[in-house]
């Protein structure tokens, strides 16, 4: 069947666009007006939202305005007013949702191709929704209202309006880092032609605020959605290539890669080479952890997933923190953040969580935390990246296998002899006693890849321990 709809039956499914976490489809496919009208109208019903304001903005791609307007009016014949953003980061939703205390949406399919639009949704204060707390919810009211063929109205129609939070936005984060006493830093910003092209020169820049102590140099901060100059994918590391390049170019202190929707940032040294998200993981976390103790709180604690570096729970325990390990993705690392009251969160893959950003992530706040690390000091970051990442990672490499099973099961075998804890939190993780070594391998979800990442003492056992590992997982 086709995922939107069936010309035999005319029944709706959207389950080719409802992930786990958000909604992402193919726009004029499985994303359309149409459907974005009856996900705004089942947002409001799922959520209770009668009566009240919610706030809906969209990133630079095309159809995020008119996919706004319908997922207001939508919301609006369901009852709900409606306070329409305009162009925004995702972490600016969140800022939204948290100091207005409202649900709202935003469209945006982060770092995929121009071809695609989504939608991520957050409850009042920033809590965030997954299938587990209501996506699926709102998924199959909306494939109700599509198959009825119209969206009844619901006592009062509500008010459609529009707000700007860019300011406030700014000011906000600019409360929770000052960098006003910094040395002077030159800094290469690429935003892909992304949100951060908006968001930086608001929160970094002059446009709105004061002039901080920083050159910035653009790179890519025209807003396109056709994505002219690279995906905006920092993880990818050809996607990093213009920007490197500039930074050496320009003499830069430092160089910052954002994500389409500016909710993940990458980090680049003086020299041109990536400083790791686990680093960054730990200079952050060191931060958060003084100053959360200058404010009386005995034992931060720092959530961190199980790909960051044993680096980072080393250091939180250094510093007087409490280090939380937890599973891959965003929603579990919120959730952990809530329970825990964790002051900071930090993951491989760039997502950075604030207790003080309602336990969302937010890529610009944790850039502003590298540029105060940075300019608080005279040296260079290559060196300052150093002191946070003592051991030798292999990045992820992924293998395409079906029976991924299988594959684990042989280095299970070819390991079973060695001196090593094995633990199924997130995947396998294999764990050398003598502290020399660990590996995970996790299975994709949507994808036929068995993921690896590994770390070592030093480059020789790495390379030793990733190629045995890969080995057995690709003998099949």
């Known amino acids: 069947?086709?995922?939107?709809?069936?010309?035999?039956?005319?029944?709706?499914?959207?389950?080719?666009?409802?992930?786990?976490?958000?909604?992402?489809?193919?726009?004029?496919?499985?994303?359309?007006?149409?459907?974005?009208?009856?996900?705004?109208?089942?947002?409001?019903?799922?959520?209770?939202?009668?009566?009240?304001?919610?706030?809906?903005?969209?990133?630079?791609?095309?159809?995020?305005?008119?996919?706004?307007?319908?997922?207001?009016?939508?919301?609006?014949?369901?009852?709900?007013?409606?306070?329409?953003?305009?162009?925004?980061?995702?972490?600016?939703?969140?800022?939204?949702?948290?100091?207005?205390?409202?649900?709202?949406a935003t469209f945006t399919a982060s770092h995929n191709p121009a071809g695609y639009n989504g939608i991520k949704m957050s409850r009042a204060g920033a809590q965030p929704i997954s299938s587990e707390t209501g996506l699926n919810d709102i998924q199959a009211k909306a494939e109700h209202y599509l198959n009825a063929g119209s969206i009844p109205a619901r006592g009062t129609r509500g008010q459609i309006g529009v707000r700007d939070v860019l300011k406030d936005y700014s000011e906000y984060l600019r409360s929770l880092v000052d960098l006003s006493t910094s040395r002077p830093l030159k800094v290469v910003v690429d935003a892909g032609n992304g949100m951060a092209g908006l968001t930086t020169p608001a929160v970094l820049g002059d446009t709105l605020l004061p002039k901080l102590p920083f050159e910035i140099i653009p790179l890519y901060f025209e807003l396109d959605g056709s994505f002219p100059n690279h995906p905006a994918?920092?993880?990818?590391?050809?996607?990093?290539?213009?920007?490197?390049?500039?930074?050496?170019?320009?003499?830069?202190?430092?160089?910052?890669?954002?994500?389409?929707?500016?909710?993940?940032?990458?980090?680049?040294?003086?020299?041109?080479?990536?400083?790791?998200?686990?680093?960054?993981?730990?200079?952050?976390?060191?931060?958060?952890?003084?100053?959360?103790?200058?404010?009386?709180?005995?034992?931060?604690?720092?959530?961190?997933?199980?790909?960051?570096?044993?680096?980072?729970?080393?250091?939180?325990?250094?510093?007087?923190?409490?280090a939380v390990r937890t599973r891959v993705g965003h929603s579990f690392i919120k959730a952990v953040m809530a329970e825990e009251g964790a002051v900071f969160g930090g993951e491989h893959s760039a997502h950075f969580y604030f207790r003080d950003f309602w336990n969302a992530d937010t890529g610009m706040l944790a850039a502003m935390h590298v540029l105060a690390a940075l300019g608080e000091q005279d040296g260079v970051l290559s060196d300052l990246g150093r002191e946070y990442e003592p051991y030798i990672s292999s990045g992820e490499i992924n293998?395409?296998?079906?029976?991924?099973?299988?594959?684990?099961?042989?280095?299970?075998?070819?390991?079973?002899?060695?001196?090593?804890?094995?633990?199924?939190?997130?995947?396998?993780?294999?764990?050398?006693?003598?502290?020399?070594?660990?590996?995970?391998?996790?299975?994709?979800?949507?994808?036929?890849?068995?993921?690896?990442?590994?770390?070592?003492v030093d480059t020789p056992t790495m390379e030793r321990i990733r190629d045995r590992v890969l080995a057995q997982v690709r003998s099949a």
């Not at 997922?71 to 800022?95: H, P, W």
């Not at 299988?406 to 939190?425: L, N, P, T």
């Not at 660990?438 to 990442?453: G, K, Q």
Request: aromatic share 6%; proline share 4%; net charge negative.
């Open 1 to 104: 069947m086709d995922p939107v709809t069936s010309e035999q039956t005319e029944t709706f499914d959207l389950s080719a666009s409802f992930k786990a976490y958000d909604v992402r489809g193919i726009v004029g496919e499985s994303i359309t007006a149409e459907i974005v009208e009856a996900v705004g109208a089942a947002f409001v019903d799922v959520l209770e939202l009668e009566g009240q304001t919610i706030l809906v903005g969209g990133d630079m791609r095309p159809s995020s305005p008119e996919f706004s307007k319908a997922f207001a009016d939508g919301a609006a014949t369901r009852g709900a007013n409606v306070q329409l953003l305009g162009l925004i980061s995702t972490d600016e939703l969140y800022f939204a949702c948290g100091s207005l205390n409202a649900a709202g």
């Open 399 to 456: 293998s395409e296998i079906e029976d991924k099973v299988g594959a684990v099961e042989r280095v299970r075998q070819d390991f079973a002899h060695e001196d090593i804890s094995i633990d199924s939190m997130d995947g396998s993780t294999f764990t050398a006693n003598d502290g020399s070594y660990w590996f995970n391998l996790r299975p994709s979800n949507t994808e036929p890849f068995l993921r690896l990442n590994a770390e070592a």
């Open 233 to 322: 994918n920092p993880l990818e590391p050809e996607n990093l290539r213009d920007l490197q390049a500039a930074v050496v170019k320009h003499g830069a202190d430092i160089g910052l890669a954002f994500d389409g929707d500016a909710d993940r940032c990458f980090v680049i040294d003086e020299l041109g080479e990536p400083v790791s998200p686990s680093a960054i993981t730990g200079m952050v976390a060191r931060r958060e952890i003084a100053r959360a103790k200058a404010q009386g709180e005995q034992t931060p604690t720092v959530i961190h997933n199980l790909l960051t570096s044993r680096a980072v729970p080393e250091l939180v325990e250094h510093d007087g923190g409490r």
